[in-house]
């Protein structure tokens, strides 16, 4: 096994690699990395995203995700801040920060329609949470199928829609998605959760509607990473930020590189590798 970080001097027998796993987020000099490597095979990640490494693997090699990884812990933390929003614990948060008992009505998930975009791992996993608190989980994906709408179905599916939740990978299609259009469609009050990537949504055209009160928020993910301490988002009313935090749990290595290992093993013994983003050929 050779680590290297892509800098300083190239470890012995670096040209030799065949199978790469490179570390979370990595995407930086990845040209110079790939052909370090020449004799590449297979990059194998550990996280789901492919959207910064996608276009530099070079022709033959296969690309494969942490596909269903960390689907678990991102769909917990959905859960967890549109509970937290429905009943108010910002609020009461607050409030006990403040030494003052101010009880207010707060709202639950029983028959809540939730709209989720993005209908892999992540989606089905969050879908299937949801439903047990007797919400309506209602799916969306680029194409519709079986129990799945299309995403050119959003603008009337979005008016009728209690929470929204981006689950969709970033692409050219889905970058901007989440514009002053799309916010204006939801209904007054309903919420809006990020755990995908920052640039889906158009922080201005959100920022405006958390400020006027018509909607709320939670985000997990946003533009730009990491949000600088003068950022208008860190003051903005109805939100909650999370630091790109929903996979970041103590099982998330050991998830991954459990992941790794039977990679290598199906590697090694010349069987189907899964989760193949980009194949080789």
């Known amino acids: 096994m050779i680590v290297w970080d892509g800098e300083g001097d190239k470890p012995e027998r670096l040209e030799e690699t065949v199978f790469w796993v490179p570390q979370v987020e990595d995407s930086t000099n990845l040209d110079y990395k790939f052909a370090a490597m020449p004799k590449l095979e297979v990059t194998q990640l550990t996280s789901a995203g492919v959207e910064d490494i996608i276009d530099h693997v070079p022709h033959g090699v296969s690309l494969c995700t942490a596909r269903g990884v960390h689907g678990s812990a991102v769909a917990e933390l959905v859960l967890t801040v549109v509970l937290a929003t429905l009943r108010q614990l910002p609020h009461f948060i607050e409030e006990q920060r403040q030494g003052r008992w101010d009880p207010i009505e707060a709202d639950d998930l029983r028959d809540k329609r939730v709209l989720i975009i993005g209908a892999g791992d992540l989606g089905e996993q969050t879908a299937r949470r949801l439903r047990s608190f007797d919400a309506v989980p209602v799916l969306v994906a680029h194409t ?138």
């Open 144 to 281: 519709a199928r079986d129990g799945i709408h299309a995403t050119s179905e959003l603008p009337s599916l979005l008016p009728e829609a209690d929470v929204v939740v981006l689950t969709v990978p970033l692409t050219p299609d889905t970058t901007g998605l989440v514009d002053a259009e799309f916010l204006s469609r939801m209904p007054d009050g309903a919420l809006l959760v990020n755990v995908a990537r920052g640039k889906i949504v158009d922080t201005s055209a959100l920022l405006a509607e958390l400020t006027s009160g018509r909607l709320r928020a939670a985000l997990d993910v946003m533009e730009p990473e990491p949000l600088p301490a003068d950022h208008p988002l860190w003051t903005a009313p109805n939100l909650i930020i999370t630091p790109h935090a929903a996979g970041f749990i103590a099982q998330s290595g050991p998830r991954a590189f459990a992941l790794v290992n039977e990679q290598v093993r199906r590697y090694v013994a010349g069987e189907d590798l899964i989760n193949v983003a980009k194949g080789a050929d």
